[in-house]
T-cell receptor, first 113, second 114 residues
Framework: KAGVTQTPRYLIKTRGQQVTLSCSPISGHRSVSWYQQTPGQGLQFLFE???????NKGNFPGRFSGRQFSNSRSEMNVSTLELGDSALYLC????????????FGPGTRLTVT | DQQVKQNSPSLSVQEGRISILNCDYT??????FLWYKKYPAEGPTFLISISSIKDKNEDGRFTVFLNKSAKHLSLHIVPSQPGDSAVYFCAASGSGGGADGLTFGKGTHLIIQP
């Protein structure tokens, strides 16, 4: 079974621009979660989508948004990029029921200059 | 305020010995705990989990212990192998599993020495 895929793997953007990251979950998984990993803060939860609806949200500003499509694929958007947004963005999928583990993709490394 | 803490940023263990990674949490609502392993340039990989109704879960060389009264869990790896060298993250959930966002610790870098 194919794992979670994320595109692109690497991205360089300039302050003030916006960016869209994509995630394809494992087949049959309906929940997609996004995380930001930085050296100082570790892994922090951004939001989770299930059946095209945002079900849970972390403590991030409104510049961070996302959506999920009917095929469970998800996109994450960051508008008005700041230098502090430079991070590894990880997507994880799960079946969406309780007591199930999340499976992570390789991440998208975003660098904001 | 960190709700999940891994107080040892790094740990060095000799090959063949036991590796013990520790994790403390402060939120009493957490009821499901997971350990993930991460290699550079890869996403975290699920290792083992434990529900708050248990105090031990074992899977091959990996055993997780949960002490609810102390709000402490630990991951034991026996015997440690060179391929175990990675960053290990402890994570917790308040809804019984992976459906909600996980709260992660900052990780412990385990180095297995030959």
């Amino acid at each position: 079974k194919a794992g979670v895929t994320q595109t692109p793997r690497y991205l360089i953007k300039t302050r003030g621009q916006q960016v869209t990251l994509s995630c394809s979950p494992i087949s049959g998984h309906r929940s997609v979660s996004w995380y930001q990993q930085t050296p100082g803060q570790g892994l922090q939860f951004l939001f989770e989508y299930f059946s095209e609806t945002q079900r849970n949200k972390g403590n991030f500003p409104g510049r961070f948004s996302g959506r999920q499509f009917s095929n469970s694929r998800s996109e994450m958007n960051v508008s008005t990029l700041e230098l502090g947004d430079s991070a590894l963005y990880l997507c994880a999928s799960s079946r969406g029921t309780t007591t199930t583990e999340q499976y992570f993709g390789p991440g998208t490394r975003l660098t904001v200059t | 305020d960190q709700q999940v803490k891994q107080n040892s940023p790094s740990l060095s263990v000799q090959e063949g010995r036991i590796s013990i990674l520790n994790c403390d949490y402060t939120n009493s609502m957490f009821d499901y705990f997971l350990w993930y392993k991460k290699y550079p340039a890869e996403g975290p990989t699920f290792l083992i989990s434990i529900s708050s109704i248990k105090d031990k879960n074992e899977d091959g060389r990996f055993t997780v212990f949960l002490n609810k009264s102390a709000k402490h869990l630990s991951l034991h790896i026996v015997p440690s192998q060179p391929g175990d060298s990675a960053v290990y993250f402890c994570a917790a959930s308040g809804s019984g599993g992976g459906a909600d966002g996980l709260t992660f610790g900052k990780g412990t870098h385990l180095i297995i020495q030959p």
